[in-house]
């Protein structure tokens, strides 16, 4: 299948989500949910890319077989109008190859590949992980950069060497160090990506290409037109959209974790979620109420009945 139409500033587009994978009641992956909920991210939330097995699609409690079929469950549903990335990140080299390597396979159009957590490895040794999953497939890659996950952040002088590669060619930075990625970004030909919703408009100023989301699971569409009224010069407009989204921000990304609240937004809109996996946890019912409270006062429209 051909990959939707990119731009070499936005390589993976510009509003993706990072998506949940949906659970049957018995605890295995709901496809079918799945394909509904790319259907329903791409065409009515208007993301232009997806992210399936990040750390918000659980992928830490997902197998191999269970990530692949779910990415060609996704690239066969939305992958002729979305770029689909494949999370391809461990902190084990030869497995993240493993999965790369499946990943291109299944049809993605892309990958995300995270720091190696756990380990702390040194800055060589982030260098030759990332150079080995990049030189693994001919899919461009997206280095995923989190040291409040991983403990180890990616120093500027490996994003430098890193830029060299010819398929390593954006960031999604949840490091919120604007200053250090604008040395990167002006230095070579890196696209930054915001990986943390609450930073979305603050990102855009310094040159970010977009964002890889959690809240865009329900406010994707008011994102897409933060970012539209942003680069359309209507600052005032975008940070309008900004302020309003602070509550969404709040009840799903300050409460239980990215895709616990996530889930549980997409519970309250009727859209497939599921239960998490342990050693995640369930909302609390306190914590569904106030994320219901915060949802409306982000102007989240819930089905009647649930508000």
Not at 96 to 104: G, I, K, N, P, T
Not at 204 to 209: D, M, P
Not at 284 to 292: D, H, N, P, Y
Request: proline residues 5%; glycine residues 10%.
């Amino acid at each position: 299948m051909t990959a939707p139409t990119r731009t070499s500033d936005a390589p993976f587009g510009r509003m993706l989500t990072a998506m949940v994978t949906p659970f049957a009641e018995d605890g295995s992956v709901d496809y079918e949910g799945a394909r509904r909920l790319a259907a329903y991210l791409v065409d009515e939330q208007r993301n232009d890319g997806l992210v399936v097995s990040g750390t918000t699609g659980e992928s830490p409690t997902t197998s191999d077989e269970e990530k692949e079929r779910l990415l060609r469950a996704v690239v066969e549903t939305v992958g002729d109008r979305a770029v689909v990335v494949a999370g391809a990140g461990s902190n084990d080299t030869r497995h993240s190859v493993e999965l790369a390597r499946a990943a291109e396979r299944a049809g993605a159009h892309g990958l995300l590949v995270v720091t190696p957590y756990y380990s702390k490895p040194p800055q060589e040794g982030l260098h030759r992980h990332f150079t080995a999953v990049a030189d693994a497939t001919g899919l461009p890659v997206m280095l995923y950069d989190i040291p409040g996950r991983t403990g180890v952040p990616i120093a500027t002088e490996t994003l430098l060497r890193l830029a060299a590669h010819e398929r390593i060619v954006a960031v999604k930075d949840a490091k919120a160090d604007l200053f250090a990625a604008s040395q990167v970004m002006a230095a070579t030909g890196l696209a930054f990506y915001s990986g943390d919703d609450a930073l979305n408009l603050p990102w855009l100023s310094v040159g970010a290409a977009g964002c890889v989301s959690v809240i865009g699971h329900v406010v994707g569409a008011d994102i897409a037109a933060l970012m539209e009224r942003y680069r359309e010069g209507d600052v005032s407009g975008a940070l309008a959209v900004h302020r309003r989204l602070l509550p969404v921000v709040s009840g799903i990304m300050t409460q239980a974790g990215g895709a616990i609240m996530a889930k549980a937004a997409l519970a309250l809109l009727g859209r497939p979620a599921g239960s998490v996996r342990p050693p995640l946890a369930e909302a609390t019912e306190q914590q569904v109420a106030r994320l219901r409270e915060d949802l409306v006062a982000g102007g989240v429209k819930l089905p009647d009945g649930v508000a």
